[in-house]
């Protein structure tokens, strides 16, 4: 028991006798100590004190465990027992006081005698008790726990046998009891506490049962306990605070109760507790504030408005992930992981995860949701563990969300993306080729029932005609009309497609075994219903009763109905629709109107000419792709002929004049612009699939790295350039050379997306396993197979594209700059075609553009590359001798060719096509050393003049050149050591080192 005079001292009952404890000053206090081995207070009897209550400011009231009241003056510091007389209350004395409690008038005493009124003067008025020893009032039972007044004056008692109220004007008293399984009733019989808030709630404290609120106007009331977050359903007492918050004591600690929200917010030792366990009405409130709860190891004072929650929402991280009970290490740290990759067979797996909370870290509480198996959050207490078993192969979204252990909630909480890696039974790849085969079967079972279908409709057709006129001869004989009937029934039982026959009405009256199969309906739970709700959608109805009508009501034929073939939509019973071929007949029965209707199923049909179309559409895209790279190939070999003149004559020139000419200048000048120019033609060659590449295995990130300072300068100064690199990148086969093409391309792309406008452009490298189906959404993406791809993925934040420009974007000449010659993404298009690659594309106007391009990762895992000698140097001082023969269809090509030979030492022959070329070579064919001849040229191309030219003389060295690049078919005819390959245009220095290199000098 707990109680005040002033705020200078408190005064406290305890089971070992009373305690008098003075603040002063609050920097020391004085404890008095009122014990069985203190003089005054030994000589009665009892030290287990139960209540305190000052009578005066000279008397403090005392209720023992047992033996009744005593009175101790704070003058003469003696005790004193207090007796009832006889009349009044007998055996009082020894009976145990449990609560003494002043209203301001009178004195009310809970005992367990019953409930005692008395005034200052120490005279007992009234007793409140059971049957047996009730002076003016009965209760449900005479041990009486604690008694409140609510504004009414009515006096609210709790007992051991429930709650009892006494009316203040008429002094009735109603009990409220517990029922079993009635959640609206109290909740358990014994009452430790009272509230009485206002006139519609009454706050009630039980032993067992929780905290419950009862409306007295109704009778009805609300529980709230341990499943609502109250920490122990035994309550010893309730004291309310100024912002309308419930303290209430438990067996299990404190706990704030805000009405407003129905939240608990609970305290125990760690928060500075005596201890978790509480005593019955232990618990004072006093004038200044402060609360005060007694317990088993002392009391606790404070003032409720200073208890203050912990603000901090805390992060929540992964911190560990076990595999059948077995602790799992990963690459990365878990607190950094957003992706969690785990194989079918891991199937029983367990996540660990912290909030980063430390004050009362056991305390603090997680939640968890598994998408899209989870729809609400799955609460897991104090728990930081979740195990999952058996999930299905797929990719899922790990959530987890956690509050500190003051109940403050981090709902963003921890995101992870939990993929399942499915059987190969269940990958795309077999899914594909057993789909494949059942398409197959079933397309062949389908053609197979078309011809049956159709032979069996016709002569069912025929015969249903005959049916329906001999049905409208009603004189003929019953016996004849029951052979028709026969017939009829025959004729719908073995019939392939669905024949279905209503009324005027649109009321089923015949529904054949084909009707049942498509449409799922038995014949007995059609006929005689409506045929609107069977098998006609809802937007259909109304057209289909208007020509019901129209027909019957005036007889119109309907031509536009009858007898016409038509396409429709059906409803099966399932609800799926399905596509049908109808054709409806009308006919006359014995004065009434019939509607037959035979109906054919042509979902799969129509879903076969769909798919027809889009190969049609894929099928012209790619000629279209075909037909541009076969004239930008044609196109950029005629001016590779037209460069080769122009460039070597440039070059030849300087090598005649002296370094300080004034010419020279303007030579090199041309030298340059003619390989601008044929750096075009190898874009158009690249666009066409047909550029001359150096195939060899390559690693993406070295390319990328060298090219930094380039890219550096490339891109608008306003633009931030971001590099993402994977580690341990697999090589590619490729052509360097194109591939820095591709990057530069991009980069400057993505650059002039910006504009003038600040923003980023990101460069990322790294590798992933592709499937069929993340190919299909690639561009080239036809017939690339399934496997490990490395990826080179340039993305921006400029203005981005809409759908119209993406479908334009790879075609030659299309530009959006003002400036341009639109050759620079349709030449990506054909390196990437040329190295076996995809690209994919992502753009949204105003938000950016992402590139993504696909090469097949190579298994080598290391290249060299070869450093070459100097051509120019080879040029002036490599000099050889003998006979050579040009062969060329273009003037200007062999006159720089034999300029250049001939400037080396050579003596040169020349010919202008391969017929006349044969004539030439096989009068000298032993004295040429070598012959430069052209791919292509008309009547006979390279190809078949070298295979000529063999047959003279087998070991002829030949330098094969083109416009094009190396033609693989060059490859399978031509020898190593006596064949060797230019691409038009050259320079001097490369014919020159290429002849040394053939000629072995």
């Known amino acids: 028991a707990i109680t005040q005079r002033s705020p200078d001292e408190v005064w406290v009952g305890t089971t070992n006798g009373l305690i008098h404890i003075e603040y002063g000053d609050r920097s020391h206090k004085r404890v008095f100590y009122y014990t069985p081995s203190s003089g005054e207070f030994r000589r009665h009897n009892s030290n287990f004190i139960r209540s305190l209550c000052f009578g005066n400011e000279r008397e403090l009231w005392i209720g023992r465990q047992d033996n009744g009241l005593i009175i101790f003056d704070l003058k003469t510091q003696r005790f004193k027992a207090f007796r009832f007389r006889n009349s009044d209350a007998p055996n009082l004395s020894t009976e145990m006081i449990y609560e003494i409690r002043s209203d301001g008038d009178f004195f009310w005493l809970g005992t367990s005698a019953g409930l005692i009124k008395m005034d200052s003067s120490k005279t007992v008025l009234a007793i409140y008790s059971d049957s047996s020893d009730a002076k003016e009032y009965n209760l449900t039972s005479r041990k009486v726990l604690t008694s409140r007044h609510d504004a009414n004056g009515n006096i609210w008692v709790g007992t051991y046998q429930g709650l009892n109220v006494i009316d203040a004007e008429n002094g009735t008293v109603t009990a409220f009891q517990p029922s079993p399984g009635d ?125 203050t929650r912990n603000p901090m929402v805390p992060p929540v991280v992964l911190t560990g992930l076990t595999i059948f009970n077995k602790d799992k290490q990963l690459e990365r740290d878990f607190a950094e992981l957003d992706e ?54 797929g990719v899922y979204q790990f959530r987890v969300k956690a509050a500190n252990s003051d109940g403050v909630w981090n709902d963003d909480g921890l995101s992870i993306r939990l993929v399942i890696t499915p059987p190969f039974w269940l990958k795309p790849w077999f899914m594909f080729f057993a789909g494949l085969s059942l398409i197959l079967s079933i397309y062949g079972v389908h053609r197979l029932r078309l011809y049956q279908v159709k032979k069996r409709n016709q002569e069912l057709f025929n015969i249903n005609l005959r049916l329906n006129n001999e049905i409208l001869e009603r004189e003929k004989a019953e016996k004849a009309l029951q052979i028709s009937e026969t017939r009829k029934s025959a004729m719908l039982e073995s019939a392939l497609d669905s024949i279905i026959s209503i009324d005027a009405h649109g009321t089923v009256l015949e529904f054949n075994p084909a009707a049942e199969k498509t449409f799922g309906y038995t014949r007995e739970q059609a006929i005689g219903r409506k045929i609107t709700d069977l098998i006609i959608p809802k937007e259909l109805h109304e057209k289909h009763d208007t020509a019901l009508e129209r027909r019957a009501g005036s007889g119109e034929e309907a031509t536009d109905i009858i007898g016409q073939r038509m396409q429709q939509t059906a409803i099966r019973a399932d609800g799926t629709k399905i596509d049908i071929e109808i054709t409806v007949q009308a006919s006359q029965l014995a004065d009434k109107l019939i509607f037959t209707a035979f109906i ?70 041309i030298e340059k612009a003619a390989q601008r120019a044929a750096e075009l033609c190898r874009q158009m060659l690249a666009y066409a699939g047909k550029g001359r590449f150096i195939i060899k295995p390559v690693n993406l990130n070295q390319i990328v790295e060298e090219l930094a300072q380039l890219l550096e300068v490339s891109i608008s100064k306003k633009a931030t350039l971001n590099y993402h690199f994977s580690d341990n990148l697999p090589l590619i086969q490729a052509d360097e050379t194109q591939i820095r093409q591709i990057v530069m391309n991009l980069i400057t792309n993505a650059s002039d997306a910006l504009g003038d406008e600040p923003g980023v452009i990101s460069l990322k490298t790294g590798s992933c396993y592709c499937t069929p189906e993340d190919l299909a959404s690639s561009y080239l993406s036809d017939e690339l197979a399934a496997g490990e791809y490395v990826f080179l993925e340039v993305s921006d934040t400029g203005c981005g594209m809409d759908e119209q420009t993406l479908k334009k974007i790879f075609d030659p000449f299309f530009t959006t700059k003002f400036t341009g010659r639109g050759l620079g993404l349709a030449a990506v298009l054909g390196i990437i075609r040329s190295h076996n690659g995809a690209v994919r594309i992502e753009s949204e106007p105003g938000k950016g553009s992402r590139f993504e391009i696909l090469f097949p990762a190579s298994d080598q895992s290391t290249h060299t590359v070869k450093n070459g000698t100097s051509h120019k140097q080879a040029l002036e001082t490599w000099q050889s001798h003998g006979a050579v023969l040009i062969i060329d269809d273009e003037d200007a090509v062999r006159a720089v060719g034999a300029r250049i030979l001939r400037k080396i030492g050579f003596s040169v022959d020349e010919a202008k096509n391969g017929r006349e070329g044969i004539e030439i070579f096989k009068t000298n064919a032993g004295n040429y050393r070598m012959v430069l001849l052209d791919m292509t040229m008309p009547e006979l191309d390279g190809e078949g003049t070298y295979k000529e030219m063999i047959k003279v003389r087998e070991d002829v060295k030949v330098i094969f050149s083109s416009g094009y690049s190396k033609s693989p078919a060059l490859s399978k005819f031509s020898r190593q050591e006596t064949t060797r390959f230019i691409q038009k245009p050259y320079l001097p220095d490369e014919l020159t080192s290429l002849v040394k290199d053939l000629l072995g000098e």
């Open 340 to 393: 969690l990759t785990l194989s079918h067979e891991e199937y029983v797996f367990s996540l660990k995860f912290a909030a980063l909370s430390f004050t009362n870290p056991h305390k603090n509480s997680y939640a968890y949701k598994l998408k899209p198996f989870h729809k609400k959050w799955i609460h897991l207490g104090n728990k930081h563990e979740v195990t999952f078993t058996n999930l299905n192969p």
């Open 183 to 307: 959640t609206t009733k109290i909740s358990n019989r014994i009452i430790t506490a009272i509230y009485p808030e206002n006139d519609s709630t009454i706050w009630i404290g039980t032993y067992g049962g929780g905290l419950n609120r009862l409306n007295p106007n109704s009778g009805r009331v609300k529980i709230y306990n341990e499943q609502h977050g109250l920490p122990n359903n035994v309550v010893y007492a309730i004291l309310p605070d100024t912002a309308g918050n419930l303290w209430m004591s438990t067996n299990k600690g404190l706990s704030k109760f805000t009405p407003s929200s129905r939240t608990f917010h609970n305290y125990d030792t760690d928060d500075g507790l005596q201890s978790h366990e509480f005593n019955t009405g232990a618990a004072f409130h006093a004038q200044d504030g402060r609360m005060f709860f007694g317990g088993i190891n002392g009391f606790n004072a404070f003032y409720p408005e200073k208890v």
């Open 600 to 669: 054919r199923d042509i979902t799969e049909l129509r879903k076969a000419e769909a798919e027809k179309e889009r190969l049609k559409a894929q099928i012209q895209q790619a000629q279209k792709l075909e037909s541009l790279g076969v004239l930008a190939g044609g196109i950029a070999h005629d001016f590779n002929n037209l460069l080769t003149g122009i460039l070597g004559n440039a070059s030849l020139a300087q090598l005649e004049v002296p370094e300080n000419a004034p010419v020279v200048n303007s030579l090199c000048d």
